[in-house]
């Protein structure tokens, strides 16, 4: 790739205190970039990832907000501004798994999967996209996750708000390409060895064809890659060891 650096950009990710997001953001801070550590309650973790990102001579720093409020949302957006100007990189990865038997998913199951795992990504996107618009360059990066393709293990609350990912990820592509510097794709994993896979004792590595979790690092790999990436645009990039196989 002929432009790796993410130098003199501003990456903001959500749910980045621990797993996944941690993982993402020490992967674009090593690239360049001005991470925001968002998070909403684990406040000693993310000030930890700020601290291994400033420890390796990166630069970071953490936010909090409930990214499915808009309100908060909004505050959040006037804090990043205030301190490291407007932002160039969404990576939106907050998200919760809750574990339910079928019989016993809730509409107020529904909702909240909706909440954090959907329309946070929708209000965060939004109160990125005019700055993005006139300076007509930014990344939009979506973690959806393999059971938008199969239903996954989880249950229809949590497939149903990843598969919306996907669909949101597909309109914001279509309707920012005429902006020439502004792409949109989504990831898709599979059973990554994070607290929310391992804390399941029903997720087995068996599920996957290649016989293991994947890794955090793996699915920060094609993060750094989509954001560094201009013609890229509209993808679902399955990281996923095989479990679900595209044409």
Same mark, same amino acid.
């Given at each position: 790739? /002929?432009?790796?650096s993410? /130098?003199?950009?501003?990456?903001?990710?959500?749910?980045?205190?621990?797993?996944?997001?941690?993982?993402?953001? =020490?992967?674009?801070?090593?690239?360049?970039?001005?991470?925001?550590?968002?998070?909403?309650?684990?406040?000693?973790?993310?000030? /930890?990832?700020?601290?291994?990102?400033?420890?390796?001579?990166?630069?970071? =720093?953490?936010?909090?907000?409930?990214?499915?409020?808009?309100?908060?949302?909004?505050?959040?957006f006037? /804090?990043?501004?205030?301190?490291?100007?407007?932002?160039?990189i969404?990576?939106?990865?907050?998200?919760?798994?809750?574990?339910?038997?079928?019989?016993?998913?809730?509409?107020?199951?529904?909702?909240?999967?909706?909440?954090?795992n &959907?329309?946070?990504?929708? &209000?965060?996107?939004?109160?990125?996209?005019?700055?993005?618009?006139?300076?007509?360059?930014?990344?939009?990066?979506?973690?959806s996750?393999?059971?938008?393709? &199969?239903?996954?293990?989880?249950?229809?609350?949590?497939?149903?708000? @990843?598969? +919306?990912?996907? +669909?949101?990820?597909?309109?914001?592509?279509?309707? &920012?390409?005429?902006?020439? +510097?502004?792409?949109a794709?989504?990831?898709?994993?599979?059973l990554?060895?994070?607290?929310?896979?391992?804390?399941?004792?029903?997720? @087995?590595?068996?599920?996957?064809?290649?016989?293991?979790?994947?890794?955090p690092?793996?699915?920060?790999?094609?993060?750094?890659? =989509?954001?560094?990436?201009?013609y890229?645009?509209?993808?679902?990039?399955?990281?996923?060891?095989?479990?679900?196989?595209?044409?």
């Amino acid at each position: 790739m /002929k432009n790796t650096s993410l /130098k003199q950009q501003v990456a903001l990710v959500t749910g980045a205190s621990g797993g996944l997001g941690r993982a993402i953001a =020490l992967s674009l801070a090593e690239a360049g970039a001005t991470v925001i550590i968002n998070f909403n309650s684990s406040l000693e973790r993310a000030y /930890k990832v700020v601290d291994e990102i400033l420890a390796s001579g990166g630069s970071a =720093l953490a936010i909090q907000a409930d990214v499915s409020d808009e309100r908060s949302v909004s505050e959040m957006f006037s /804090k990043i501004k205030s301190e490291t100007g407007n932002v160039d990189i969404v990576v939106n990865n907050a998200g919760i798994n809750p574990v339910k038997p079928l019989l016993e998913v809730s509409l107020a199951d529904f909702q909240r999967s909706l909440d954090v795992n &959907l329309i946070s990504a929708f &209000l965060v996107t939004q109160a990125a996209l005019p700055a993005m618009i006139e300076k007509q360059y930014g990344r939009i990066i979506n973690i959806s996750s393999v059971a938008a393709q &199969l239903g996954g293990v989880i249950g229809p609350h949590y497939a149903a708000a @990843k598969a +919306g990912m996907i +669909g949101l990820t597909h309109s914001y592509a279509t309707m &920012l390409a005429r902006y020439g +510097g502004i792409t949109a794709n989504a990831i898709a994993p599979a059973l990554i060895e994070t607290d929310m896979i391992t804390g399941n004792s029903n997720i @087995k590595p068996t599920l996957i064809p290649i016989g293991r979790f994947g890794q955090p690092e793996e699915v920060a790999d094609v993060v750094r890659l =989509l954001a560094t990436n201009g013609y890229i645009n509209g993808q679902t990039i399955n990281v996923n060891g095989g479990w679900y196989m595209s044409s």
